[in-house]
């Protein structure tokens, strides 16, 4: 039984200026994914892909169990999706608006909807033209969420919110996660939301998944090690070190398969070790892996 | 004032300590159940019902969750929840069925080899010598 909320598998989309390429993702009932990436490294696409909205070139996509973009009108019921580019009619209303997605969707859940009218601060009789573009945000993401899907896509779902705004959107995101049959996919830029709420995440650059893994996964594996060396010393061959700084006889590792043994290896001269949050753990695993493919 | 009033208010994520949360997030279970405020036996919030009062992600709860159950502090019981472990208490009590279920199946291994009731409570003393 298949019963993963998404699996893509090998998924390649060529464009003129940008492929991605061989991007495989799960994720399963239950859990959020942050996904994480610099501009234009194929977030957005990867989303449209999920969508149904864009064509793979090569590999596989299920959503829900569903072969994406075959059966997107089905797997649609189910999914909520947010983007940045999404556009309410200007001069409808949030409340006519709010009305249009009950019609269409039978589990819209009109009393949820009527709290998060409240808890984000709107009033129904506002047209969307008059929203502002925090308002805007959530505006839309209050229509996915009264449908109560199993599955939310969310491009870049609080880019754009002032810091209570993102606050507000934030615990609505983890209140869908009490039931553990539903799940949330997000893109972000905003690497302390992700390091927050989500139970996996993946980095992608350049079109290529870079690592997904649980977060605490990544959070226990990297670390960054300061060593003081005495004169003469050398560093003797470490493995599972992707950044070496020199200073003299201060030297900075930084490693993604920390362990007490590498520890030992390196011997008395360790003065520091030192985790490191997700933005660093980010950066330095970009940075490797865009040397590794560089030679 | 504001003042917040939620079942976990006093539970905090600080992102500017060094610590992993789910390391804090012990810290400050572990500090409820000194202060008694959470008793022995007091069933913990469910995994997903602190994750959304935090805001931070279910991984996170399981995380801290799992170690305080290393550590005694909690007891899981499978579909029933986690709850505050009491030395004297639950936790006792679940290590005594463990040991009765130990025992159990000791006096089933004599019986196949045809051991008497004396010579089982003898090789169980000679057992506990050696400890």
Redesign the interface.
């Known amino acids: 039984m298949n019963d993963k909320h998404i699996e893509m598998r090998s998924v390649r989309k060529v464009y003129r200026f940008f492929t991605l390429d061989d991007v495989s993702l799960e994720l399963e009932p239950g859990q959020i994914m942050g996904f994480v990436g610099p501009n234009g490294a194929g977030k957005s696409t990867t989303l449209r892909l999920l969508m149904g909205m864009i064509s793979p070139d090569a590999g596989e996509i299920r959503v829900l169990g569903h072969v994406m973009p075959k059966a997107q009108a089905v797997a649609k019921r189910d999914i909520g999706y947010v983007s940045a580019e999404m556009r309410l009619l200007p001069h409808a209303t949030l409340g006519w608006h709010m009305n249009f997605m009950k019609s269409i969707y039978p589990e819209w859940d009109g009393g949820y909807a009527a709290a998060l009218v409240k808890r984000f601060n709107l009033r129904i009789e506002q047209s969307a033209r008059s929203l502002s573009m925090g308002e805007h945000v959530k505006a839309t993401l209050l229509l996915a969420l009264a449908r109560r899907p199993k599955l939310l896509i969310l491009d870049e779902p609080t880019t754009g919110l002032d810091p209570v705004a993102r606050h507000e959107v934030i615990s609505e995101f983890m209140d869908v996660l009490r039931d553990e049959g539903r799940s949330i996919l997000f893109s972000s830029h905003n690497t302390v939301d992700v390091e927050r709420i989500s139970d996996r995440i993946t980095f992608i650059d350049r079109g290529r998944v870079v690592e997904s893994s649980d977060k605490e996964d990544f959070l226990e594996r990297w670390r960054r090690i300061q060593v003081q060396l005495p004169h003469d010393a050398v560093l003797p061959m470490l493995p599972n070190i992707v950044k070496r700084e020199i200073d003299g006889h201060f030297v900075t590792l930084i490693t993604n398969q920390y362990s007490e043994g590498l520890k030992n290896l390196i011997g008395p001269y360790v003065t520091h070790v030192q985790r490191m949050n997700l933005e660093e753990i980010f950066v330095a695993n970009v940075m490797h892996h865009r040397e590794a493919r560089g030679k | 004032m504001l003042c917040i009033h939620s079942m976990y208010s006093g539970i905090n994520?600080s992102?500017t300590d060094?610590?992993?949360?789910?390391l804090q997030i012990m810290e400050q279970i572990r500090a409820r159940i000194a202060a008694r405020d959470w008793p022995p036996g007091k069933e913990l919030p469910s995994i997903?019902?602190l994750?959304?009062g935090l805001?931070?992600?279910?991984?996170?709860i399981k995380?801290a969750y799992l170690d305080l159950e290393t550590e005694g502090v909690i007891v899981t019981r499978h579909g029933k929840g986690s709850f505050v472990a009491d030395v004297n208490g639950l936790a006792g009590e679940l290590k005594e069925a463990e040991l009765d279920q130990h025992l159990g199946e000791a006096a089933a291994i004599a019986r196949q080899l045809g051991l008497s009731d004396d010579e089982l409570a003898a090789r169980l003393r000679r057992t506990l010598e050696k400890k």
């Open positions: 994520i992102q060094a610590r992993p949360m789910y997903r019902a994750a959304a805001n931070v992600s279910v991984i996170t995380r």
